[in-house]
């Protein structure tokens, strides 16, 4: 609960920062840009890591996450090819097979 009203109160002041920046830059006047770039590289605030949050999920836990789906996806993916070629030899044995016998025939 904590994580979370500390990514909201994080994500609002990151907002109010670039809205400050993005009025300025429309509005054109050199010392208020001059200024919004100043807050921007300066005042913009990044919550380590482990205090990020992603719908109440924290960033690691996301990350781990992430990287399963895209290793089952990965393990299914390899195990289809897998039992394609397989499918694909077996249904080329019998090919070989006859050719075998036709070369047999030929040599007698």
């Not at 990350?63 to 897998?82: C, F, G």
């Not at 044995?93 to 036709?102: F, L, V």
Request: glycine share 2%; hydrophobic share 45%.
């Amino acid at each position: 609960m904590m994580y979370s009203f500390l990514n909201f109160v994080n994500r609002k002041w990151n907002q109010i920062v670039f809205w400050f920046h993005d009025f300025s830059v429309r509005l054109d006047i050199g010392w208020m840009v001059r200024a919004s770039v100043w807050a921007h590289d300066k005042m913009h605030w990044e919550l380590p890591e482990k205090y990020q949050t992603i719908n109440g999920v924290s960033l690691r836990e996301y990350k781990l996450e992430r990287e399963l789906e895209v290793t089952r996806h990965q393990i299914q993916y390899y195990a289809n090819y897998a039992n394609d070629l397989q499918w694909q030899l077996i249904n080329m044995m019998p090919e070989i097979a006859e050719e075998k016998e036709e070369k047999e025939l030929i040599e007698m």
